[in-house]
């Protein structure tokens, strides 16, 4: 008989033992699941987080407001600009976003003395391959023992999904100094029109316009161009642009 209790309690003992170590072994899997997991997670948010670059080229991309086309900027719309200024303070774009539009800085290194404010005016086309915006520039030129002269400058800029400058086209549409002015059109196909006129003066000086006495009297169309995006974001018929840079995507060109 007490043998057989013995029996009795040695496999008791047998099966607790079994099914502790059965329940270490499902301990030990559901912890390493956890902690995998937690790893797994770290590693993703880490992975997902944007550079410093990306986000500063986001927040400057959201400053632009979104714009249909077609879309027209006129000489009146530029003379608003030049002349009142301080209407458009909130547009202004700040200095920190030259590492990603160098021409924020273009008139420090001008040969005469100048200052410039550049304005956001509108983002017009977002493709999976670049991003297209445009501004407007305000500068003053100091003229040397003359009357300062300012202008106003409508500019168009591509930028890749990452931030990096494709293209720029300086000199799309402007107005300022006695000689000249130009507007431009953009229609539903994104080509640009542009329109170049000269002043017309009530006076000339061996045959050619007085524009220090004389007054404007009409204008006459110098000339009319199309300019196009690719579909890699250069801008094509660029009047005064930069060079693309190395990382535009190599796709097939066509107007878009």
Request: proline share 4%; with cysteine.
């Amino acid at each position: 008989m007490k043998t057989r209790s013995l029996s009795l309690n040695l496999l008791q003992l047998v099966f607790c033992a079994f099914l502790l170590f059965a329940c270490q072994g499902k301990y030990d899997r559901l912890q390493f699941a956890g902690t995998y997991a937690t790893v797994s997670e770290k590693s993703t948010a880490t992975s997902t987080k944007p550079s410093k670059e990306e986000t500063l080229f986001k927040d400057f991309i959201n400053n632009f407001e979104k714009k249909k086309v077609p879309l027209e900027v006129t000489a009146e719309i530029l003379r608003e600009y030049q002349m009142n200024e301080k209407k458009f303070k909130k547009d202004l774009i700040d200095e920190k976003y030259a590492s990603i539009l160098p021409s924020l800085m273009n008139h420090k290194f001008s040969r005469r003395p100048m200052e410039a404010n550049h304005y956001y005016y509108a983002r017009i086309k977002e493709t999976p391959h670049y991003t297209a915006v445009l501004y407007i520039t305000v500068s003053e030129f100091a003229a040397y023992g003359k009357k300062s002269t300012k202008f106003a400058n409508f500019k168009l800029v591509t930028f890749s999904p990452k931030g990096e400058l494709i293209d720029e086209a300086y000199d799309l549409a402007h107005i300022g100094g006695p000689v000249a002015y130009a507007g431009v059109t953009i229609d539903a196909t994104y080509t640009i029109h542009k329109k170049a006129y000269d002043y017309v003066y009530n006076k000339k000086i061996n045959g050619n316009y007085d524009y220090e006495n004389g007054v404007i009297t009409g204008t006459h169309l110098k000339y009319t161009k199309q300019i196009s995006i690719t579909d890699n974001g250069e801008i094509d018929g660029n009047p005064t642009g930069i060079k693309p840079t190395k990382n535009v995507p190599k796709l097939k060109k066509s107007s878009i």
